[in-house]
């Protein structure tokens, strides 16, 4: 192990699988892949255990019991005055308190979202969107943002999510001008809600942002856009629908499900995508898909990682000019 | 031709690929398989011309000139006053005579929409919205709607949505309870926003409904739900996105597209399922996609037959008890 060293901490309890036995297996892969990562897991002792049987090296991970579990839809008033020994809040404290650099969690968005906003703060004048890397072609990328952290969102609100996308599109790939497009029924300047249109102005005036109008549904995986943003309740909705459909095609059994291996486009498969960035909070939070197994918590991990290596929350920063 | 026979308006003029050859291939298609069917056909010189070169029996279809275009996202208000001579407003005027039983059109959603509410009347007390039949399986098929006729939904509209696709359904597959879900970010009681979460409780309080919770994005096309409401923004940006992923599955080239015809459910196949009804109003309203061929033009001018032969709109009244 080097000196200098990533520390994550992870949610070990979330998530429809998270089972003890892959939370345990993606822990090892992601210090197998990063010699200097270590990672603090929060979780119950069915998760210490599977930890203990992995036999990984004891300087690379630290275990510490927090069995309490918030439901996906608990009150936002019960998240925040209880649960004071869960495994997301234990997380994210740990962001909070400089012994983490990046709090993961497969649990439920809305109390993820919740303490995030409480324990770590919000970016003066953004308004916190969850943001997903969604795949454009072969080794290419665009952020869809928000996911779901929002329920309800006005034009204002789209504003931020641009302003957040771009900061974190061109701190993460180097791109000097992202193309920031708004989701709408339709391309025509006309098309959609007084919000999108409204969105579609407040972008175009903002003279840090390279506007790109409108993009629609069945063009977010082609790359027509770098920075697609669209209100959370829609965003949530659309892509759950887009993975649902690549899942009944990838999931073939017998002897299509071979020639199904053999014609997939690989850069589509969902799980290579796990992790959306809490992005306008003041700290690094990633929330991984509920239905996540070990090799999704791997691929967050990953990412949790590589974003804590290039400091991301500060390149953010510096980029809104906070 | 029999004596009692089908007759259809169809505007030969919408649609991003409305070339005139493939409009003509869908009438002979359509003609073939129903020989009680006259379709009347609205649209430019060079529509005639294709019409003509099909060589098909004169008695089965009438041509009438109507070569005036209506842009995608037209304003409402020119809509109305203007294009009288528009093939959109001949075939919907061709309803609301009595002239033919059912209009299709692959032109804007906005300009379709209007004109079916001005022309043909909103049945009392609904909302109209543009209701898709989506598969659910091989031979299984799922109702979903809104899908774009309304910019802006409150809960009251998804509850008429809710009527209108159970009136619909169960007119068409003979099923005595569909079962209604909303569309939503998660299927707990809490989830979503005041609109889904409004609407729940007026279809769990409507005794002619079976209400059926909430259903996720990724459960759109698995038949979890007969009648899936959603406000229109959401449901055509959802259903663009999962149109766009089997496109990407779909459209391999060389070997990998040898591949992936072996692998392909079938059923999946977007233009299968060519042409929404725009429910709530007094009329038979088909909209097919912007973009279909000559296959999925005659998809929805089979459908149209088939509604228009079971007298859908009576069936959705007497269900109503309008």
Chains 1, 2 share one sequence.
Not at 43 to 60: F, H, I, V
Not at 290 to 302: E, R
């Amino acid at each position: 192990m080097t000196d200098k060293h990533i520390t994550l901490a992870l949610d070990g309890t979330g998530g429809d699988n998270a089972n003890a036995k892959s939370m345990a297996a993606a822990v090892r892969f992601a210090i197998v892949l990063h010699p200097d990562l270590k990672i603090l897991v929060f979780g119950s002792q069915k998760l210490k255990d599977a930890l203990d049987r992995e036999k990984m090296d004891k300087d690379r991970y630290e275990f510490y019991s927090a069995p309490e579990c918030i439901a996906q839809d608990e009150d936002p008033r019960k998240v925040l005055e209880g649960y004071r020994n869960s495994a997301m809040r234990k997380a994210i404290e740990a962001v909070a308190d400089g012994k983490a650099s990046v709090a993961i969690s497969s649990g439920g968005t809305g109390p993820l979202v919740v303490l995030s906003r409480h324990i770590l703060g919000v970016l003066p004048d953004m308004r916190p969107a969850l943001c997903a890397r969604i795949p454009g072609g072969k080794d290419k990328f665009s952020f869809m943002l928000d996911l779901g952290a929002n329920a309800v969102c006005n034009a204002k609100d789209l504003h931020s999510f641009a302003r957040l996308g771009h900061a974190a599109y061109k701190s993460i790939y180097n791109e000097n001008s992202p193309r920031v497009s708004i989701l709408n029924v339709g391309t025509e300047r006309n098309k959609g809600n007084a919000v999108v249109r409204g969105a579609r102005d407040l972008i175009e005036q903002d003279k840090m942002l390279n506007a790109y109008g409108f993009v629609e549904g069945d063009r977010l995986f082609t790359s027509d856009a770098d920075v697609i943003v669209t209100e959370g309740f829609t965003g949530n909705v659309a892509l759950k629908a887009a993975e649902g459909v690549a899942k009944l095609f990838l999931d073939r059994s017998g002897i299509k499900g071979v020639f199904s291996k053999l014609a997939r486009p690989d850069w589509l498969i969902p799980w290579q995508y796990n992790g959306s960035v809490l992005l306008g909070v003041q700290g690094l939070v990633i929330k991984g898909h509920g239905s996540a197994g070990a090799d999704a918590v791997g691929v967050a991990l990953h990412e949790a990682y590589n974003y804590a290596s290039m400091n991301l929350i500060n390149s953010i920063k510096k980029e809104l000019n906070i």
